[in-house]
């Protein structure tokens, strides 16, 4: 029997499993059913969580750990990527400035800080980093970049000269900033990593779409957007760039403050020549995320992958937790949709169970490829 090498490369499934989680149990299904089959598994990430280690499998380097400041302003540990030869690094928002950093019943956008962003970043760049890539996702906060830009030595002041902590709130308190520490980054090339395409503002901005899952009513999503008006024009951020509104506005900092070359983050795997050469020795391409939707065809991780496989003729089959029917990948190249989940099966079991019913689909699609 031929050895069937197999890609893997899922994306997490978002409040369940991480993408190197996914990956696995899609790994042991596909062995179950071809014993002798060849793996060639890589963490995936969009640039929210996992961002680092998807970047580490690419590039290698080191993982290096410092004490920052999370979004509830409390103290913890928090890693970035570095690699020396390059002087690169590879800092994911997700670390230190995260949703998942806080608990739920304890979440409040208003006060939530990129404080421990900034740290990792200005860590990196005292270190030697000439190229620092933000992976942007899944950030706990709405302020606007306001805590990486403190971290890196920036100044922000109310109408009375006093000086603000930074916050979301703090955006609409802003009325005057020094922003002379930059200076010192003028010569580090950024890039900002990520999928969202959202403005600032609006809308379709940062606050009325992504604040309401951090922890805001319908009072603070009013507050907020106003609030990162109010401090776009105070420190020249463009509110209408494309992925300005990501991670609660940092990526409008980024783009705009330090010249942030913005990147959809599922492009960084797809376009690696590991994942190239990956794509040449394959036959089939596993992929898949928590929910397969109509937004996965906007540039998702899934269909970035999806599209590049079907480029070199790869077939590509995307296992997701659940799957809406009315979505059709068939232009980014997917030979087949599976949800992993039974319709008469309760979320709760369902997570309870996910690596269980990934492996079990991924080791039934196995059995299809012959």
């Known amino acids: 029997m031929s050895v069937l090498t197999v890609l893997v490369a899922p994306d997490s499934y978002k ?3 991480s993408s190197e989680d996914v990956g696995k149990a899609m790994e042991r299904g596909i062995k179950r059913a071809r014993k002798n089959a060849r793996v060639i598994r890589f963490t995936a990430s969009d640039g929210g969580e996992g961002f680092c280690e998807c970047m580490r499998g690419i590039y290698g380097g080191r993982m290096i750990s410092r004490e920052v400041t999370f979004p509830d302003s409390s103290r913890g540990s928090a890693s970035y990527l570095y690699c020396d030869e390059t002087r690169s690094a ?3 928002l997700a670390a230190a400035s995260g949703l998942t950093l806080v608990d739920p019943a304890k979440r409040d956008v208003l006060s939530a800080t990129t404080l421990g962003t900034g740290e990792l970043i200005k860590d990196a760049v005292s270190r030697g980093a000439e190229h620092v890539t933000v992976g942007l996702g899944g950030s706990a906060t709405n302020d606007c970049g306001m805590g990486i830009l403190h971290a ?4 922000f002041y109310d109408k009375e000269g006093l000086e603000l902590f930074p916050c979301g ?9 020094d922003l002379d520490a930059l200076k010192e980054y003028k010569n580090i090339r950024f890039t900002a990593a990520c999928d969202v395409v959202n403005p ?4 379709n901005g940062a606050a009325y779409v992504f604040s309401p899952q951090k922890g805001a009513d319908e009072a603070a ?8 008006q109010s401090f776009a024009e105070v420190t020249g ?3 209408n760039a494309s992925g300005a509104g990501a991670a609660g506005g940092c990526g409008g900092a980024l783009i705009s ?3 942030a070359e913005y990147v959809g983050g599922a492009g960084l795997l797809a376009e690696s020549p590991a994942f190239s050469c990956a794509l040449d020795e394959c036959c089939a391409v596993f992929t898949g995320e928590g929910k397969t939707d109509i937004q996965t065809a906007c540039g998702k991780l899934v269909s970035v992958v999806s599209e590049k496989a079907s480029a070199r003729g790869k077939p590509v089959f995307v296992i997701s937790g659940a799957v809406d029917e009315s979505v059709n990948l068939r232009d980014s190249g997917v030979a087949g949709c599976f949800p992993v989940t039974p319709h008469d099966m309760d979320i709760e079991e369902a997570f309870r169970r996910a690596e269980e019913l990934i492996a079990d689909t991924a080791e039934k699609v196995t059995l299809l490829l012959g």
């Open 15 to 17: 409040g369940c499993l």
């Open 221 to 228: 999503v009013i507050l907020l957007d106003k609030g990162l």
């Open 257 to 259: 403050l330090f010249g």
């Open 237 to 239: 951020i463009e509110t």
């Open 200 to 203: 600032l503002c609006g809308e």
């Open 169 to 177: 709130a703090s955006l609409i308190k802003t009325k005057s900033a």
């Open 152 to 155: 890196l030595g920036c100044r």
């Open 90 to 92: 590879y800092v994911e």
